[in-house]
C-alpha cells in the first residue's frame, strides 16, 4: 500500500551517487567514507554549545515511578531524591489516609529549576501495591498505566498535524522499593519486576535500610542479585543495550556490585559535625543520608540523576516505547482500543 | 480488580525550589555527549547555474578541498550530485553531505529545471517518512539525508533575479531552507552591490519568497542574528588559493588591480556566511527541516493517502480504523477486479468454445461431402465394371461360337480330307 515514490521516480535524474541512508551499527565505529583532513578552523564543534542552548530552553521531561508497599518509605526517598516536596504525600493529601481498598496510580507533576535547567518532574505513586489481602494480578493496573502512557504517546505521533513537542508522560524510571526482610525476594516482588522488566526501566531498591547492619546488607544484596538473575529479571540498566565497551564495563560494575541500592530517605536535616546534613535521628546515633558509610542513597542519586538520567530517557523511548509500537501496530498488543490484524510485509506500513 | 486511575495533574503543576542541589543540571551535557558519540549529519543542497562557484564554495567554507571535477555545460539535464564526507574537529564528528545541482541553467528549456531537485529533496523526506512509519523502526540509528540547508547562488549581474531563480526558488521555499547568496561578488562594485542586495530582497518578498530567518527568539543568538540578517544575501567569494598578504597567508583571489581576501569583511561576506551558517544556526537549520518542513510533507503525504485525524463529527480517527477502511476499500477493489476477470474469462471460454463447435460442424460437413462423392465415385466405377463384364461375356460368347464354328468347320474339313483320302485310297484299290 505504501508504494513511495521513491520507487518510481528512481529515473537517471535522480543521482546514483546519492548514498543509501546507512544504518548505523550500535557501536561506532571508526569514521568511514572519505576523510578529509582540516586545514583551518571551521566551527563545527560550535554545534554542541547549539544543541546544548536549545535543549536548555525547550526544558526536559522526566517521569519516575515508585512501587512499593505503603510504610517503606517511598514519598520520603523521593523527596529526598529531589530535594524538595516532591511527593504525593507532600502535595496536600492526608498523611493518615486510609490505605485504598485498590491499587491506584497517582501522578503529580512539578516543575524544578536549577543551573538554567528546567525540568517537568511528574512522580507517579502507586499506593494500595501490595497491600491487601489477596495482591493477585497486582501489577496489572500498573502495566496498564504504563502502556496507557505508551498509547497517549503513540496517537501524538501519529496524528497527520503533530504537535512540535509531543508531551511525554511516558514512566522513564519505576523504582522498586524492596522489603529489608534480610532473607530474600518475596513471591509479588518476584511477580511484579519479572512482568515490569519488559516494558518499563526497573530499579530495584533496599528500603530502609537502616534495619540492616553492614553484613546483613552485603548478604541480603547478594541473594537478591542472584535471585533476579535466576529469574530473569533484566532491571536498569540492562545488559542487553549496553552499546559500548565502555557503557559495558561502567554499567557491569554498577549491577554486580552496587545494585540494588540499599537507601535510607530523610527530609529532616540535622547538625553533624558543624554541617547541616539530611539524616535520621536514633538514640543510637544520627544516620546521615548523603553519607556514603551510612547508606548509598547517594549512588542512587548520582546514577538516577547525574549521570543517567537522559539514558533512561533514551531506552524508554528507543526500546520500550518502539516495542510498544511495534507490538500495537502488529495487531496484538491486546490493549484498547480495538486491535485488529494487519499485514507485516511492505505493503502495508502501518 | 477494579483500578481507579488518577489523572497526572498537569493543570496544576507546582513551582517548586530546590532545598539543595540535586544535580540534574547536568542534563544537557548527558544529551549532548550522547549525540556527540552518535555523530551530527548536515546536509546541504546547492543551487546554482555552472561555473558559478559552488564546489569552490564548499571548499572554502569547510576548509578542505572535497574532490570534484568541474561539470560541463552539455548536461541534458539537470542532475544532483551527492557527495558524503566525514569532517571531525575536537571530538565532534560531522558526516558533511554536500549535493550539487549539475547542469542547472545550461539547458535551452529551462521550464522543468526546478523538478529534479523538487523530487531530490521530496525523495530524502519520503525515506525519512518510510523509517518512520515502519513496524520495526530504528529511528536512532537513522543516517538523515534531508536537505538542511539550501545554499542558492545568484548570478552576479548587478540588476535583479532572473526568472529562473525566482521560480526555482519560489517551488523550494516550503520544502528547505533558503539561503541566497550572491556569487563571484568580486565582480560588482560596492556601490553596485548595495542596490543588487535591496532590489532582490524586494524582489523575493514581492514575490513571496520564504527564505530562511535567522531565529532571533533567543537572547544570545538574537542580537548577531538581527545584524546579520540585514546584510542578506550574503555576497561571497570563494578560494581555495593562499596569497601572501602582510607576513600572513590568507585565502584570497589575485587580480592585477588588487587582491580579494576572502575572510575580509569589508571585501566579502563570506565570514559571515560562515559564522550564519555553521556557528551559530547551524542546529537551528536541522531543527526547522524537521519541525517544520518534514511535518508539512509528511501531513500532506498523509492527506492525501486518505488519512485524516478527526472524521466529519470531529471525533479523532484512529490512524488503524481509517486503515482498515483503507483496507477494506483496497481488499474490496482487488474483490472486484478478481471478479471482473473471471468473468472475462468465462465470456473467452464460451467464445472459444462457439468457434470450436463451427470448425467441426465444418469439418464434419466436409466429411460428408467427401463421403458422397466417394460414393458416386465407386458407384460409376461399379457401373463401368458391369459394362466391361457384359463386353466381357460377349465376347466369350461370340468367341466360344467362333471356336465352335471354326471346330465344326475343322471337323468338317478333316472329314473331308478323311473322305479324300479314302477315295484316293479306293481308288487305287
Known sequence: MFKGPVESKNEATMSELVPEPRQKPVVPM????????????????????????????????????????????????????????????????????????????????????????????????????????????????????????????????????RKKRIPDTRVHCCLYFISPTGHSLRPLDLEFMKHLSKVVNIIPVIAKADTMTLEEKTEFKQRVRKELEVNGIEFYPQKEFDEDLEDKTENDKIRQESMPFAVVGS???????????????????????????????????????????????????????????????????????????????????? | MAVAVGRPANDDLRNLSLSGHVGFDSLPDQLVNKSTSQGFCFNILCVGETGIGKSTLMDTLFNTKFESEPATH?????????????????????KLTIVDTVGFGDQINKDDSYKPIVEYI????????????????????????????????????????????????????????????????????????????????????????????????????????????????????????EVKIGNKMAKARQYPWGVVQVENENHCDFVKLREMLIRVNMEDLREQTHTRHYELYRRCKLEEMGFKDTDPDSKPFSLQETYEAKRNEFLGELQKKEDEMRQMFVMRVKEKEAELKEAEKDLHEKFDHLKRTHQEEKKKVEDKKKELEEELNNFQKKKAAAQLLQSQAQQAGSQQTKKDKDKINASFT
Open chain 1, 30 to 161: 571508526k569514521p568511514m567514507g572519505i576523510n578529509t583532513s582540516l586545514l583551518g578552523y571551521i566551527g563545527i564543534d560550535t554545534i554542541i554549545e547549539q544543541m546544548r542552548k536549545k535543549t536548555m530552553k525547550t526544558g526536559f521531561d522526566f517521569n519516575i515511578m515508585v512501587v512499593g508497599q505503603s510504610g517503606l518509605g517511598k514519598s520520603t526517598l523521593v523527596n529526598t531524591l529531589f530535594k524538595s516536596q516532591v511527593s504525593r504525600k507532600s502535595s496536600g493529601w492526608n498523611r493518615e489516609e486510609k490505605i485504598p481498598k485498590t491499587v491506584e496510580i497517582k501522578a503529580i507533576g512539578h516543575v524544578i529549576e536549577e543551573g538554567g535547567v528546567k525540568m517537568k518532574l511528574t512522580v507517579i505513586d502507586t499506593p494500595g501495591f501490595g497491600d491487601q489481602i489477596n495482591n493477585e494480578n497486582c501489577w496489572e493496573p500498573i502495566e496498564k498505566y504504563i502502556n496507557e502512557q505508551y498509547e497517549k504517546f503513540l496517537k501524538e505521533e501519529v496524528n497527520i498535524a
Open chain 1, 267 to 350: 527530609d529532616k536535616e540535622y547538625q553533624v559535625n558543624g554541617k547541616r546534613v539530611l539524616g535520621r535521628k536514633t538514640p543510637w546515633g544520627i544516620i546521615e543520608v548523603e553519607n556514603l558509610n551510612h547508606c548509598e542513597f547517594a549512588l542512587l542519586r548520582d546514577f538516577v540523576i547525574r549521570t543517567h538520567l537522559q539514558d533512561l530517557k533514551e531506552v524508554t523511548h528507543n526500546i520500550h516505547y518502539e516495542t510498544y509500537r511495534a507490538k500495537r501496530l502488529n495487531g496484538n498488543g491486546g490493549l484498547p482500543p480495538m486491535t485488529v490484524e494487519t499485514e507485516e510485509n511492505h505493503e502495508s506500513n502501518l
Open chain 2, 74 to 94: 552539455n548536461e541534458p539535464g539537470v542532475r544532483l550530485k551527492a557527495r558524503s564526507y566525514e569532517l571531525q574537529e575536537s571530538n565532534v564528528r560531522l
Open chain 2, 122 to 241: 521530496d525523495a530524502q523526506f519520503e525515506a525519512y517518512l518510510q523509517e518512520e512509519l515502519k513496524i520495526k523502526r530504528s529511528l536512532f540509528n537513522y543516517h538523515d539525508t534531508r536537505i538542511h540547508a539550501c545554499l542558492y547562488f545568484i548570478a552576479p549581474t548587478g540588476h535583479s533575479l532572473k526568472s529562473l531563480d525566482l521560480v526555482t526558488m519560489k517551488k523550494l521555499d516550503s520544502k528547505v531552507n533558503i539561503i541566497p547568496i550572491i556569487a563571484k561578488a568580486d565582480t560588482i562594485a560596492k556601490n553596485e552591490l548595495h542596490k543588487f542586495k535591496s532590489k532582490i530582497m524586494s524582489e523575493l518578498v514581492s514575490n513571496g519568497v520564504q527564505i530562511y530567518q535567522f531565529p532571533t527568539d533567543e537572547e544570545t543568538v538574537a542580537e548577531i542574528n538581527a545584524t546579520m540578517s540585514v546584510h542578506l544575501p550574503f555576497a561571497v567569494v570563494g578560494s581555495t588559493e
